[in-house]
């Protein structure tokens, strides 16, 4: 299966903090992985720790600085740099920069894409998309807090 998605078909998502642009779903690869970038302010929290028990989170920083909180402590990384989350490892992570960040999701297999197009879902019903709220879509794709 060979997919092409020029930049102007990206599906794009509202997030609660910016905005996340679907690059290559499960629809495309077969269900093997999914991109997603995410683009978010100044200060946002990104997510709350927590734990994937279904699927691999890799992800690619693009712009910013984006603080990852990891079993070893808070460690940022900035353009260029890469942080891989295997299965079953808590993390969470926020805009770290004085301006917009944005990093790559490659998720490994996929499916979890389809929590932020239900987020987006979500927002476009004018839910409020407290912590609760959040813990329970994401529940639906196998993951917990930390």
Request: charged share 20%; net charge negative.
């Amino acid at each position: 299966m060979t997919a092409l998605i020029t930049p102007d078909e990206a599906e794009r998502l509202r997030a609660p903090a910016g905005e996340y642009l679907v690059r290559l779903s499960g629809e495309h690869t077969g269900g093997s992985l999914a991109i997603v970038e995410y683009t978010f302010p100044p200060g946002a929290l990104g997510a709350a720790p927590h734990v994937h028990h279904g699927h691999e989170e890799h992800f690619q920083i693009l712009d910013g600085e984006i603080a990852f909180d990891l079993a070893d402590g808070v460690r940022t990384v900035g353009a260029g740099g890469t942080v891989s989350v295997p299965r079953g490892v808590a993390h969470g992570f926020r805009n770290a920069s004085s301006g917009w960040a944005r990093c790559l999701f490659i998720l490994t297999p996929a499916g979890y894409e389809n929590y932020f197009r239900e987020i987006h879902r979500a927002l476009e019903k004018g839910e409020e998309l407290d912590a609760a709220r959040l813990t329970e879509l994401r529940a639906a794709y196998n993951t917990t807090p930390a």
